[in-house]
């Protein structure tokens, strides 16, 4: 515990200093995208803009073809 003269002491030291920014290396871990199999793809496309939608966000691309495995919306 430091003493009030030893603390108006250090906060003078530390004055000026920026406030403590984490750099890019030391940023909070985030998802890049995540993958989830569907059954119905345009149940899973309809899903895909309502809900990110009411939060701002819009889809950017599909990759949807009727009869395929390998469909996509993002």
Known sequence: MQHAIDAGAH???HRCRHADVPSP???APMLHHVSLG???IE???A???A???ALGYVRV???LES???DQAVG
């Open 61 to 63: 691309w599909s990759d």
């Open 11 to 13: 906060a003078d030291q």
């Open 67 to 69: 009869g395929t495995l």
């Open 38 to 40: 569907v059954r119905t």
């Open 51 to 53: 809900a990110p939608g």
């Open 47 to 49: 899903f895909c803009d």
């Open 43 to 45: 149940i899973s496309a």
């Open 25 to 27: 290396s030391k940023a």
